[in-house]
């Protein structure tokens, strides 16, 4: 006979959801916006190449070029108020959204006070409903200003970023208590400067060297910028970590090669940024296995929407290695693309209960925020993978609450999960 458990988590736990402001709120003026213009008749003409037939089959808008312009988006911009009801209504006690660098600071040193004006108004507005704001200040996108000199390659980067998060916790900071300087940093790495894929689609080894330094000091001067102002924020950075794998763990060059990348992936950001951390966001999404030289293909095949592999075990796994931190960790990110809806809630509570294993082993673990709220821009994918606990009919604006989120809420609401 199967039992029933309550896993019961830590007092004062932090519940929620991310989103981020040109994923969601509209009307963004910035590097990206700019580089969809030029890309998305491209995006879409490849997209018969890139994605497999199941894919194309349920998501044919992935053909048009319009998927792949961000527009107006969810118009989280005029109707975040709503939105919040909803997260109150599902029981979050925490929220993460990212400031739109270019709506503060549209041109160079000038600061806009309609653009603060703006962002005090979203805190407010989740602090009268009781939501804990998590503020990002970097989710990818650069102001075009920013751009024009390099952007993250430009040695303007990291100082313009300090000057930036020292006047948005001047203007933000009594309505804000936790900021995080970058959102996946490596994440831009790899695809903008490896991959070459992302804006600005430079494959050049040299600038990767470069955008690395000039991300991991921007986050060490946006730290000490922000600390001058005040002692009493809790600033970090958002990592996208992998939970990599040797193919053969006997094998001594499966585990060397798997040892090398996850020192560039997981660790060297770290290493290039000591002393400057009050948390760690760990945003978790992939689980991969090397056999060397080489990727080799996931064949634990439960896949969400985007093909990517779900592996529950993974955050267990890089939660247990950041433990050597000795810090808080919050769970910034972690969610999937999942149209029907028949995959998340498992997901939800498969990875809850491995984030309960590690706390059970002393790993300190204060909150988990899915990603994400609302369904959102997925960047050069387009509209139509959905990672939203609400889904939004992008024609009508309409939001619809999915039944994984209600299932997701009574975690919230009873800081325990049943399984
Ligand atoms: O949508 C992104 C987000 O902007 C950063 N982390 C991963 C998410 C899903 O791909």
């Known amino acids: 006979m199967s039992e029933n458990k309550k896993l019961k988590f830590p007092d004062g736990f932090l519940w929620g959801a991310s989103n981020s402001a040109y994923q969601i709120e ?6 990206w916006s700019e580089w969809e213009k030029v890309n998305a008749g491209r995006l879409a003409k490849e997209a018969r190449g890139k994605w497999q037939l199941w894919q194309q089959e349920q998501f044919p808008e992935m053909f048009e070029a319009q998927n792949y312009i961000s527009g107006r988006a969810c118009d989280h911009y005029n109707l975040y108020e709503k939105d919040f009801d909803s997260a109150k209504e599902l029981g979050h006690n925490a929220h993460r959204f990212s400031l739109e660098w270019s709506r503060i600071e549209p041109e ?8 603060i004006e703006h962002y005090r108004k979203v805190l407010q507005a989740l602090r009268v409903r009781g939501i804990e704001p998590m503020v990002t200040l970097w989710h990818w996108t650069n102001p075009l200003w920013l751009e024009k000199k390099g952007g993250c390659e430009s040695r303007d980067f990291a100082p ?5 998060a020292q006047y948005a916790v001047e203007q933000l900071g009594d ?3 936790f900021w995080v300087t970058l959102n996946e940093p490596t994440a831009v790495l790899a695809m903008a400067y490896v991959k070459g894929v992302w804006p600005p689609q430079k494959k050049n080894p040299v600038a990767v060297w470069r955008v690395y330094r000039h991300l991991a000091r ?3 001067l946006a730290y000490d910028a922000m600390h001058s102002v005040s002692e009493k924020f809790q600033v970090g950075f958002s990592h996208n970590m992998f939970y990599y794998e040797p193919n053969n763990h006997r094998s001594w060059l499966d585990r060397a090669l798997v040892r090398v990348i996850e020192y560039f992936a997981n660790e060297r950001f770290f290493r290039m940024t000591p002393g400057k951390h009050d948390f760690i966001g760990l945003q978790y999404y992939f689980h991969s296995r090397f056999k060397f030289p080489g990727l080799l293909r996931n064949d634990n095949l439960d896949l ?9 075990e993974g955050i267990y796994h890089l ?3 950041l433990q050597k931190y000795n810090l808080p960790i919050y769970i910034t990110e972690n969610g999937l693309a999942d149209k029907t809806d028949a995959r998340r809630e498992k997901f939800i509570k498969d990875h809850l209960a491995q984030v309960h294993r590690a706390i059970q082993e002393g790993v300190n673990v204060r909150g988990y925020l899915y990603w994400s709220l609302l369904d959102n821009f997925e960047w050069d994918k387009g509209f139509w993978p959905r990672f939203g606990l609400v889904a939004v009919d992008y024609q009508t604006l309409e939001r ?7 299932k997701y809420a009574e975690i919230c609401k009873n800081n325990s999960l049943d399984i």
């Open 400 to 406: 619809k609450i999915r039944p994984s989120a209600l």
């Open 175 to 177: 309505l804000a208590e």
């Open 26 to 31: 509209g009307g963004c003026v910035n590097n």
């Open 218 to 220: 921007a986050h060490n």
């Open 160 to 164: 313009a970023l300090a000057r930036y």
């Open 319 to 321: 939660l247990k290695g």
């Open 304 to 312: 969400n929407d985007l093909a990517w592999e779900i592996y529950p």
């Open 108 to 115: 160079e040193g000038k600061f806009s006070p309609e653009g």
